[in-house]
C-alpha cells in the first residue's frame, strides 16, 4: 500500500540545528481513525479521499510518515505563570512537516502524543483521549465561531494505555497550524544572547506572517508592531465570546495571533469578568478579565527578546519598544468597544456607548445571568420589557432597555435589521463545558456520538438549530464544570 503523499516544503529544517531535534513518533500498537477532517484536508490540498481509514490511522498515529516527512520537536523556553523555563520545547509533539495552502499560506503538520521528543522532559510525550476529543471540539468550534485558531486535521486511538492517576486510553492529534512560532521561542534564543539564532528567527516570523513588512527600516519595532495588533484582535475576540484560555503562559502565545494550546480552556456560563476553570490557576492570573493585561505582559517578554535586534544602544531600544509597547491598551480598547457595541446592536459609535456596555454587564453579573444566550435573547427584547428567557426583571434591567431601545431608534437602522445583525454575531451554540465533558465521558467507554454531534452543531453556531437546543442550554446544576485540567 503506498505512502500517501503531503507535498511538503519544510522550511523549518532549513533553519540551524539549534532551532530544533530530529525525532520519531512512538509506534501505536494498534491505531483506530475516530475522525479525520476532510473539508480541512481539501482546504490543504491534501488528497486522502481514496485512503482507506485504517491507513489513515496509520499515517496519523505516526507508524506510517507521509513520504517527504521530516519530523521534529521545536525548542522553546517561556514564563509559566511568571515563571521563566529557559527549556522547553515540544515534549510530546512533533511536527512533521509544513505545506502549502491553496491559496500558498503555510501550514505546519503537527502530531501530539505521538511518544518522547529529545527535548521531553519527565514524561511520557503520550496523551490520553480526553484532552485530543477536547482540543478537536473546541479547536474547531473556534474556526466555526470566527477565532483566529489552530485547526483539526484529525484524531485516532492507539491501541494503548497511557498512565495518570490512572490507566486511560492513549491517543494522537494532527494539529495544523499556520505556524507554531511563539513568543516563548525568541526567549529561547534571547536568554542563550544568540542574537544570529534571533535575527534568523525574526527573519522566519515575518515571511511565515508578515511578509509585508519585509523590507521596513526596523524589522525588530515593524514585527513588534504587528504582533501587538493581532493579540489585541485576538484577546477581544476571546472576551466577546466568553471564552478563557486558561494558560496565557508565553510558550502558548503565537506570535501569529491565534489561539494556541487547549488545555485548561473553558467558555464561561454565568458571566463572572473572575472567573477561572483551570486547577493549576490557583491565584487567578488567567481569570477571564486578566486576559487583556496577561497579553500585554506577555507582549513585553517579546519585546525584552527583541532589545538586540532593534538598535545598539539598548537605552534607545527600550524607549522605542516601550513606545510601542505603549500602544496595545488602545488597540485592545478599541477592538473591545467595537465587538461589544456589535454584540447589543449599535453599528454607529457614541461616546456613552461604554457606559451602556458597563450597565448591561453589571446586570449580567448581579443577576448570574448565562453570558452566551443573554446576548441572544436581547435581540427579542428591543422595544420589551417583559421576557420569557429567564431574564431577572429589575429595576437595572428596566433602565438598561430604557437606554438601549433609545440608542437604537437614534441610529437610523431598522429594528429588524439591528434583530438580524445582532443573530449573525451573537452565536447560539458554543463548546458548553458539560457537553464536551459529556463527549469525553462517552469516548473514553467507545462511543463517539456525542462527539461526532456535538462538532456537527458547533459548525453553525449562529443557525436555529430547533432539533439540536439542547445543546444551546446552561447545564444544570449537577452537569457543572467548575474545573478543567490541562492536558498533560
Not at 502524543?113 to 514524561?123: E, H, N, Q, V, Y
Not at 539598548?314 to 456589535?342: C, H, N, P, V, Y
Not at 422595544?383 to 437610523?412: I, M, V
Amino acid at each position: 500500500m503506498a505512502t500517501p503523499t503531503f507535498s511538503f516544503c519544510n522550511t523549518d529544517v532549513k533553519l540551524p540545528e539549534r532551532f530544533y531535534a530530529h525525532g520519531s513518533p512512538d509506534k501505536a500498537s494498534d491505531p483506530k481513525l475516530i475522525t479525520y477532517n476532510k473539508p480541512l484536508a481539501k482546504e490543504l490540498g491534501l488528497s486522502l479521499d481514496s485512503v482507506g481509514e485504517q491507513q489513515l490511522a496509520e499515517v496519523f498515529s505516526g507508524n506510517q510518515l507521509p513520504e517527504g516527512a521530516e519530523p521534529i520537536a521545536q525548542a522553546y523556553a517561556g514564563h509559566q505563570f511568571a515563571h521563566f523555563v529557559p527549556q522547553l520545547g515540544d515534549g510530546r509533539a512533533l511536527l512533521i512537516g509544513e505545506l502549502l495552502d491553496s491559496n500558498g499560506k503555510p501550514w505546519d503538520i503537527q502530531l501530539k502524543g505521538s511518544g518522547k521528543t529529545p527535548l521531553s522532559r519527565r514524561g511520557d510525550g503520550k496523551s490520553s483521549l480526553g484532552p485530543v476529543l477536547r482540543e478537536y471540539i473546541v479547536s474547531e468550534a473556534m474556526y466555526y465561531l470566527g477565532v483566529p485558531t489552530t485547526r483539526a486535521l484529525a484524531a485516532i486511538t492507539t491501541g494503548d494505555q497511557v498512565y495518570r492517576e490512572t490507566a486511560l486510553p492513549g491517543a494522537v492529534f494532527t494539529r495544523v497550524a499556520p505556524s507554531h512560532i511563539r513568543v516563548g521561542t525568541f526567549q529561547y534564543f534571547a536568554h542563550r544572547d544568540d542574537r544570529d539564532g534571533l535575527k534568523r528567527l525574526l527573519n522566519y516570523a515575518v515571511n511565515r506572517h508578515y511578509p509585508e513588512i519585509a523590507e521596513a527600516s526596523n524589522l525588530a519595532l515593524a514585527f513588534l508592531n504587528k504582533v501587538i495588533t493581532a493579540q489585541a484582535s485576538l484577546v477581544a475576540k476571546w472576551l466577546e465570546l466568553g471564552f478563557i484560555h486558561g494558560v496565557m503562559n508565553t510558550d502558548n502565545t503565537a506570535v501569529g495571533g491565534f489561539t494556541i494550546d487547549y488545555g485548561p480552556c473553558a467558555f464561561m456560563d454565568e458571566f463572572d469578568p473572575g472567573k477561572v476553570f483551570s486547577s493549576i490557576d490557583r491565584q487567578g492570573r488567567y481569570a477571564y478579565n486578566n486576559q487583556p493585561a496577561i497579553a500585554h505582559w506577555n507582549l513585553a517578554r517579546l519585546a525584552d527578546s527583541l532589545v538586540p535586534l532593534v538598535d545598539p544602544l539598548e537605552s534607545k531600544a527600550i524607549d522605542l519598544l516601550e513606545t510601542e509597547l505603549a500602544t496595545f491598551t488602545g488597540q485592545f480598547e478599541s477592538q473591545w468597544s467595537m465587538k461589544m457595541r456589535r454584540k447589543l446592536g449599535l453599528v454607529t459609535e457614541e461616546e456613552k456607548d461604554i457606559e451602556l456596555i458597563q450597565l448591561w454587564f453589571e446586570y449580567l453579573q448581579l443577576e448570574s445571568q448565562d453570558y452566551t444566550l443573554s446576548f441572544r435573547h436581547l435581540a427579542d427584547l428591543i422595544h420589551s420589557k417583559t421576557s420569557t428567557y429567564g431574564f431577572a426583571e429589575t429595576t437595572q434591567l428596566s433602565h438598561f432597555l430604557d437606554l438601549w431601545n433609545s440608542r437604537l431608534d437614534r441610529q437610523g437602522v431598522s429594528l429588524e435589521e439591528v434583530k438580524k445583525q445582532m443573530n449573525k454575531t451573537n452565536p447560539l451554540f458554543i463548546p458548553r463545558n458539560h457537553q464536551v465533558e459529556r463527549a469525553i465521558q462517552q469516548g473514553l467507554k467507545g462511543d463517539y456520538s456525542i462527539f461526532f454531534e456535538l462538532n456537527k452543531v458547533l459548525e453553525n453556531p449562529f443557525d436555529q438549530q430547533p432539533d439540536k437546543k439542547d445543546y444551546a442550554g446552561p447545564p444544570q446544576p449537577h452537569e457543572e464544570v467548575t474545573q478543567t485540567f490541562c492536558g498533560t
